[in-house]
């Protein structure tokens, strides 16, 4: 599949949305929800069309170290879990934008949703799984400049000073409680550098206030671009040092339209069709979570946007109880040319038959169809572009 950019993503087409679900961030919150949508179950529910735009590496945090899930016998070495959600999205694909998403706004009964470079995504529901930080590169050093804090925060003196003593200029990045410990880090390291992921503050000595943009290396250091409110700032330093322990007290600016609570992290929305996933919901912060609730957030999603988009319950089962079964008189459930939404009957594809849509459902072979349907391809072409279908491209059918 080609590679979308914001230049070919939105899709063209005259259907009021341009995709059925957007998920935001791609650590295991958003992998997990956006593989639930892909793939439901062998049972066939239809697919619906969907986007994950994602500023970071594909697994997020779970790409730097490792994942212990339930305890020592869940668990997986740095990376592997994010090799096993790639995996299945190698085989269900979805179009995947590299770039930060900075609103998400509900208008009427769609979502817009704005990305950094000014492009707009409309879709019937979003998934927040922007985690704790907008990693950006970071992972591209991680270990190799790039470390952390960790261990007993009782000892926190003792693990900045292994951080920070060997460095010349050090760059510890952080939530707004790290200024608490400010003192101590100037005391193990004058020529250290705080900065402090936010906006809302002036930048001074020793302090800058603002979001990390990018990291180039040269041959010796590390270059990197910090946005504040006066334009981007760019820095040299050779040792970057996250401090997670502020970022999980106070998560640093969402994107805006969302409502945070007095720690930064999403809370429950008004929204109908908006759902939360993994760390950007808040405390506890654990790839486990973030995989559960990236599940739920998929099928809820893919529930409501069935809903909206077909006018007719999603057939969940065996995830959800469906309480159609035993109600029909026929022992199969199958679309009905009634359950057509009204606004795809306002735009039907010239020269497509609406008796060919229901038969569309994943259980009936195209090749069966097409000796009742003329020129089956061009229909099915025309109602891809419609988005009243979705092709899941599967590897072992290309
Ligand atoms: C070193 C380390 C070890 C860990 N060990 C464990 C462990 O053993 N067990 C465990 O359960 N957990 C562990 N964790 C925590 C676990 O990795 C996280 O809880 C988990 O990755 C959270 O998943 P997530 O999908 O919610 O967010 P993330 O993994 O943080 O992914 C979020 C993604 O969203 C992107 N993003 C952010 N803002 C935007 C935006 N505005 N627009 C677009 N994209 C955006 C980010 O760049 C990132 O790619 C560890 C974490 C670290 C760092």
New binding site residues.
């Given amino acids: 599949m080609a590679k979308p950019t914001t230049n070919t993503f939105p899709w063209s087409g005259s259907q009021p949305w341009d995709v059925d679900v957007l998920v ?7 992998l997990a929800a956006l593989t639930r949508l892909r793939w439901l179950k062998t049972m066939n529910p239809i697919p619906l069309s969907v986007v994950l ?5 594909l697994g ?3 790409k ?6 339930t305890g020592p016998s869940l668990a997986f070495p740095a990376g592997e879990l994010v090799a096993r959600l790639k995996k299945d999205l190698a085989t269900y694909p979805a179009p995947i934008i590299t ?3 900075v609103s998400v706004a509900k208008k009427e009964s769609l979502f817009i949703t704005t990305l950094a470079d000014g492009t707009t995504i409309s879709s019937i529901s979003v998934i927040m ?8 590169n970071i992972h591209s050093f991680w270990q190799k400049g790039v470390t ?1 804090t960790f261990g007993n925060r009782a000892n926190i003196g003792a693990i900045l000073k292994k951080e920070l003593s060997a460095s010349k200029k050090p760059l510890i990045l952080g939530g707004v409680h790290l200024l608490q410990l400010r003192e101590m880090i100037l005391e193990i390291n004058p020529g250290a550098t705080l900065l402090i992921d936010g906006k809302t503050q002036q930048s001074n000595e020793n302090t800058i206030w603002g979001t990390l943009d990018h990291i180039d290396r040269n041959a010796k250091e590390m270059r990197v671009n910090i946005q504040t409110e006066k334009g981007v700032v760019s820095l040299e330093t050779d040792r970057i040092v996250i401090e ?1 322990n502020s970022l999980e007290l106070k998560r640093p600016a969402l ?1 805006q339209g969302l409502v945070a609570r007095a720690n930064g992290y999403l809370q429950e929305q008004n929204h109908q069709g908006l759902y939360i ?4 919901g808040g405390p506890p ?4 979570v ?1 995989l559960g609730e ?1 599940t739920k957030a998929g099928l809820s999603a893919y529930r409501y946007a069935h809903e909206f988009k077909y006018g007719s319950p999603a057939p969940l089962f065996a995830y959800y109880g469906d309480d159609s079964v035993g109600a029909d008189t026929t022992d199969d459930y199958q679309l009905q040319d009634e359950d057509i939404p009204v606004h795809l009957l306002d735009h039907w594809p010239p020269g497509a038959d609406p008796a060919l849509w229901p038969q569309l459902d994943g259980r009936t072979a195209i090749g069966k169809l097409k000796k009742t349907h003329k020129n089956i391809y061009a229909q099915i072409t025309a109602l891809l572009e419609q988005r009243a279908i979705t092709l899941c491209p599967r590897r072992d059918h290309t």
Avoid: E
């Fill in positions: 935001v961030g791609g650590g295991p919150a958003g735009v994602n500023s970071g590496p997020g945090l779970a730097l170290g490792n994942s212990i899930l770039q930060t998403v799984a922007c985690g704790m930080l907008d990693l950006r952390a997670f994107p996933a993994g760390d950007c912060f654990s790839a486990v973030a990236g």
